[in-house]
């Protein structure tokens, strides 16, 4: 079965880094996009970024455009996300995704907390 779990997440001061990791398995990792979504208290969980299977664009939310990196090791079965810059608003559980088959799989989400 579909199973993707993240790693990584923690409590960081503004302006500083985290990367976050994402390990799937039970589906053919290097031939899917992967994506990663956040959800911060109170809100709806909004898409991040994009990292297609092969080619294509990688594509970023405006707010973290310039600032997130997403990247992916296929040899690994993972998915990365470089977080730089980070801001207060950040502050959220983030999941990785895939959807396959005309289903979204996620994972348990790792919390980031930016904070003073």
């Known amino acids: 079965q579909v199973q993707l779990v993240e790693s990584g997440g923690g409590l960081v001061q503004p302006g500083g880094s985290l990367r976050l990791s994402c390990a799937g398995s039970?589906?053919?990792?290097?031939?899917?996009?992967m994506r990663w979504y956040r959800q911060a208290p109170g809100k709806e969980r909004e898409w991040v970024a994009t990292?297609?299977?092969?080619?294509?664009?990688?594509t970023y939310a405006d707010s973290v455009k310039g600032r997130f990196t997403i990247s992916r090791d296929n040899a690994k079965n993972t998915v990365y996300l470089q977080m730089n810059s980070l801001k207060v608003e950040d502050t959220a559980v983030y999941y990785c995704?895939?959807?396959?088959?005309?289903?979204?799989?996620w994972g348990q989400g790792t919390q980031v907390t930016v904070s003073s």
């Open positions: 039970g589906f053919t990792f290097s031939s899917n996009a």
């Open positions: 995704n895939v959807f396959r088959r005309s289903v979204n799989y």
């Open positions: 990292r297609p299977s092969a080619g294509g664009t990688t």
